[in-house]
């Protein structure tokens, strides 16, 4: 994954970490402390709603604990949740780790085969789900878990399997902790003890089950804590999905852990409702795919430049350029809301040339790279260091380790290893897979290309596995070649490959834009204006490439690429 400098509010450091303090402990404490220091704070909600403060929040961790407990989960049992965001989904997640449950996350856009594969695979005692979701579970002949609750109170299916609403759920567990005397008393929870099983959504097509610790999410919260100042009240808006390892540490216990109130989106919004959400809640932060922001630059971005002779001949000079993209950068921030301190962009590759934009509009973005099994960042910012090249993740974050192994010696571009307290126990029944990602010292490898600048900044090339030997033994990185056709304004995205010719390209084209461009024409004449543009586009890309690496054909695809959670093509399923 992919997580530029961050704007600060008042300079409030209580969530950072002093000098000598350790990075890592339960999320069941760094939850207490923000709900003793911050009780009469809002905490979580849904955007536009009224929040749940610290307080209210923790009652109800609390009693859903104590009510899971008396269900008969028990320390290291499991629980499913198969939902789209909410504050519901939070409240559950830190209901079953506060019993030292796992939680097993599941991405709400996953197929029926795989909810069966992983529900076969964890065997939970408890499964928390939506209307949406129900469906996928209809048919599952496997062992169905007892207790099964719906976060959006549908009665779905009631025929079939019993259910029990969120809200009847949540009722009867406080009653049940009013009713009780003393405090309810759960098991000792640890650091190195298990908090998530999540499964990967790679591009490999193997999906892995992360077995990941309150050690390895809190240490990586407080680490990006160190990387901006943040003031207690600020909003974060979720916009991506909390099952995946990046919102989940950045949009969910980052901002707890700094007293912030988090705002769910509901699910994932068109421009213009998102526009409308943000200048209701006026969010200090966002994180989002690279996908978002690259559509902003190219649907609203460029189109105003490129349809003004003026604004066009100003952007020729670096001067024009700077004014121009200033001022554009000031109404992107409007856009946001007027209020946004910190853009995060994660989970893919930020395109080079929209990277570029971005800082020259001066907007308040961060790129990070990370990935599951290190939950999530490795590297990242930090604020105010003028020695981040555009184009770089920035430096490691605090207390995590990165070199690179077997570099090349002419560019430096190696594999990619990680090592601190946010890496991963392992592979959940997989100890050879876990043996090979993972030395005995404690370093992953990422899998990742990669190298270090003089100013200790890490720059991603693309993946190991990716890589595409040409015949006069120069290494060619996919990924970099499809940032520069994805960067026509008409190019929606793309996938490079080695064929028995050569490199061969698919792209999917922005239908809007050629709709705009053949309307009246016909279909033999909008065939033509395709085929124009892709032989185009492919003699001006390969202008910019080695002999070697010239792409030999450009091939129009006709409907998107099948995506992981954060919109990665899935190389493997085209890779034939």
């Known amino acids: 994954m992919t997580v530029g400098p961050w704007l600060s509010f008042l300079p409030v450091r209580w969530c950072s970490m002093n000098a000598g303090e350790e990075l890592s402990m339960t999320l069941n404490h760094l939850v207490d402390m923000s709900c003793e220091k911050f009780a009469a704070l809002p905490a979580i909600g849904m955007a536009m709603a009224h929040p749940l403060t610290y307080e209210e929040m923790q009652r109800r961790i609390i009693a859903l604990a104590a009510s899971l407990q008396a269900e008969g989960i028990k320390k290291g049992g499991r629980i499913a949740i198969l939902a789209e965001n909410s504050d519901r989904w939070g409240v559950v997640y830190l209901a079953a780790v506060r019993i030292g449950a796992i939680v097993v996350p599941i991405l709400p856009d996953l197929p029926e085969s795989d909810v069966h594969h992983i529900l076969s695979e964890m065997k939970v005692g408890a499964l928390f789900i939506t209307h949406r979701q129900l469906e996928k579970v209809y048919d599952f002949s496997g062992s169905f878990p007892e207790l099964v609750v719906t976060l959006d109170d549908s009665d779905s299916f009631a025929e079939v399997f019993t259910v029990t609403s969120y809200s009847t759920y949540l009722e009867n567990a406080l009653e049940g902790l009013q009713g009780q005397e003393g405090a309810p008393h759960f098991p000792e929870v640890e650091e190195d003890d298990i908090a998530s099983i999540l499964y990967t959504s790679g591009t490999s097509g193997y ?148 990277a570029q934009f971005l800082t020259d509009a001066q907007f308040p973005y961060l790129i990070g790279y990370g990935m599951t099994e290190a939950a999530p960042l490795i590297a990242g910012g930090p604020l105010g260091d003028k020695t981040i090249a555009t184009g770089s993740t920035g430096k490691p974050l605090p207390g995590v380790q990165v070199k690179i192994v077997d570099g090349d010696a002419e560019t430096g571009v190696g594999e990619i290893l990680a090592r601190g307290p946010n890496v ?11 043996g090979r990602v993972l030395s005995e010292d404690g370093w992953l490898s990422t899998g990742d290309l990669g190298r270090l600048d003089a100013a200790g900044n890490l720059h991603i090339s693309g993946r190991l596995k990716n890589v595409i030997v040409m015949a006069n033994g120069e290494n060619v990185y996919p990924e ?13 995205e793309s996938l490079l490959l080695e064929k028995e010719n050569g490199l061969e390209a698919s792209v999917y084209p922005d239908y809007e834009y050629v709709d705009e461009q053949t309307n009246g024409q016909s279909g033999e004449e909008r065939r033509r204006f395709i085929e124009h543009l892709l032989e185009e586009m492919r003699i001006e890309v390969n202008a910019t490439l080695s002999r070697s690496s010239h792409i030999a054909r450009i091939f129009e695809r006709r409907e998107p690429f099948t995506k992981t959670a954060t919109h990665k093509i899935k190389r493997y399923l085209y890779d034939t």
């Open 424 to 434: 991963m126990q392992g592979y959940y029944n997989d100890r050879e897979e876990s």
């Open 480 to 492: 970099v070649i499809e940032h520069k056709i994805n960067s026509f304004l008409w190019v929606v």
């Open 207 to 354: 999906s892995k089950a992360v077995m990941l610790s309150h050690g390895n999410f809190s240490a990586n919260a407080h680490a990006a804590s160190e990387l901006a100042e943040i003031e207690p009240g600020a909003v974060w808006l979720s916009i991506l999905p909390i099952s995946h390892t990046y919102e989940f540490t950045c949009g969910f216990i980052l901002p707890l852990l700094c007293g912030a109130r988090i705002a769910y989106a509901g699910k994932t919004p068109t421009p213009a409702i998102l526009q409308k959400l943000c200048q209701h809640e006026r969010p200090f932060a966002i994180f989002a795919v690279p996908l978002v922001l690259e559509k902003i630059y190219k649907k609203r971005v460029l189109p105003q430049i490129e349809k003004s002779k003026l604004l066009t001949l100003i952007c020729k000079t670096s001067l024009g350029r700077n004014f121009i993209y200033k001022r554009i950068g000031r109404k992107l921030i409007e856009f946001f809301g007027g209020n946004l301190g910190i853009m995060g962009i994660g989970g893919a590759a930020l395109n080079p040339e929209v």
